[in-house]
Structure formats: C-alpha cells, structure tokens
C-alpha cells in the first residue's frame, strides 16, 4: 500500500510559515565542527588485560594487577565478544554470558590484590581492534596480553596473529606474556642486551616496573663473539655502567657478559634458569607473525620459563 499511493502525496510547501523569508534570502549557516570528545577517568597508570583464554587469566591479570597497584592506577579486564550479523542472535548472548563470567572472575582476582578493577564488555567484529581501541578510549598506558603459541605457527606467518595486529595498531606499550607461574613469586629476572640504545633504555626500565612490585633483582646479560677483544669487552662494561645510570637504577644489578659464538644458545641456557626473561619485539610490518630478531624467535621456541615480550609504539 506504501508503494501504491506514496507517490500520489503531494508534498508539502517548502515555506511552512508565511512570515518565513523565501530560501534566497534566508542568511547561510555553516554549522560548527566539534571535534570528538573522549571522556577519561583521572588514573596515573592504567593497564588493559584482555580475558580472552580463561586458562591464562589469573596469572596474566596477577602481573597487570602488581603493575598498577605499584603505580598507584587501576586494571581494566577486557571482555570482547565477537559480534554476529544480528544482534538478536541467540549465540551472542551465549558468548556474552561467558565474558561476563570471566569478568566477574577477574574482579575477584584484582580485589585480592586490594587493586580498582574496572571491567570492560564489549561487541566487536575484530578482537584486536577492539582491544587497540579500548585501550585508547580509556587512555591506557599498558596493555597486557596472553601469548599463544600460535603467533609462531605456519599460519600466523601466513595470515598474521592477534598479538601481531595489537602490537601493530596499538597507542600505548604491549606486554605478552608467557606466566607458567604466579607472577609473585617471581624473584629472578634475566634481561639480556645486544646493543645500548634508547629502545633498550625504555625496555630495562619496564623490567625494572616489573622487578619493583615483587623487590626481583635483574641481572643483565652479555653475548658477544668469542674472539672480542679484551679491551673491548671492558669498553662495553663502562658503557653499560653509564646505562644503568641513564635508567636510575637504584641497584647495583649483577651484569655478565659472555663471548661465545652461538648467542642464542648461551640466552636458551641462561634463560632457563631465571623465573622471567625481559624480551623486545619490534613494531613494523611483516610477512606475518610478530617481527622478531631470529635469536628471539629461537629463544621463544626453546626456552622453558616465563617471559615477557615488550613492544612500544612506533618502535
């Protein structure tokens, strides 16, 4: 009926009030530009942790929860649902219910750390986006991620991983994170360094966030090539000695340094043998996957600890 007499309507006057000027007389408006607002609580240090893998929640919202208590802030549990085409579909609120389980779970976690948890749900087509963007809307400074094996498999290489587009679209720093045990009884970080550069300065300043909330010493480890010379092994300790100031160590963390041919090998070895090893990844576009150095790629592989894999923006 709408399609049959909807056409014969004759529309109504353009000038609904006859004291209203003809439209070429009328003065032009140009409306304002707004610019969007985002309203954000007044945190020092918030830190997201995506609930996505219940069997890594606790330890993973453990560590995000010790990092903001030490910084006086507050952690963000993230839910992300995956959205369907319809929002009356029966499986999403299957998938909200399960997120909203996992929440509840996670306030638990962080009211035992005496630490404000405020819970996030959200309905996205893509996880990693919606992560990357709550993490902005809330004006995080750290997001705090899971690390699955997968973003080293065949088809992370192929298609990209999660991790990867987080790490990639991201405003603030990301930690994934591989916990095999309660992050509080972490007492023995290993942090080794290749080369002293400001990048390197910012990742041993976040080992030292992570040693402060459990009073963990770091020790800084060394690989160079077997036949170093002496005296420049020595130019490197000073070098490292001037480093360590930059980062206002308030400790004197033990350093070694080791000349060997195989770096990988003797990181593998020595990481073993530490509750947490500090790695860095780096920001930029690959094939697939996370871009690693090819001795972090082996490390990750190989190393039967927990570890931390540290990226910042635009790095």
Known sequence: LTARFAPKVAPPSTLSDPDDPPPHVAESFT????????????????????????????????????????????????????????????????????NQALLDQAIEISQTLNVTASPSLRIDDDIARAISRTAREKNADLIVMGWSEKSLGIRAKLFGSMIDSVFWSAHCPVAVMRLLADPRSFRRILFPVKNLTPQALELFQFAQLLAETNDAIITLLHVCPYLTPGGQVRDFKMELATFLA??????????????????????????????????????????????????????????????????????
Do not use: W
């Not at 996505?52 to 006086?72: C, D, F, K, V, W």
């Not at 690959?286 to 540290?310: H, K, M, P, W, Y």
């Open 31 to 98: 409306p304002p530009v707004l610019e969007p607002v985002i309203q954000t609580e007044s945190f020092p240090f918030t830190v997201v942790v995506p609930t996505q893998n219940p069997r890594t929640l606790p330890y993973l919202l453990e560590m995000g929860s010790l990092i903001a208590r030490h910084e006086g802030g507050r952690v963000i549990p993230l839910a992300v649902a995956k959205a369907p085409v319809h929002m009356d579909d029966p499986a999403l609120n299957r998938r909200l219910s399960k």
């Open 246 to 315: 930059q980062s206002n160590a308030n400790s004197n963390y033990p350093v070694k340094v080791i000349c060997h041919d195989d770096a990988a090998k003797v990181l593998i070895r020595a990481a073993n043998t530490f509750d947490l090893v500090v790695l860095r990844s780096f920001r930029r576009r690959s094939v697939g996957g996370v871009a690693l150095s090819e001795i972090t790629d082996q490390i990750l592989r190989e190393i039967n600890s927990s570890f931390v894999l540290f990226g910042e923006p635009h790095s």
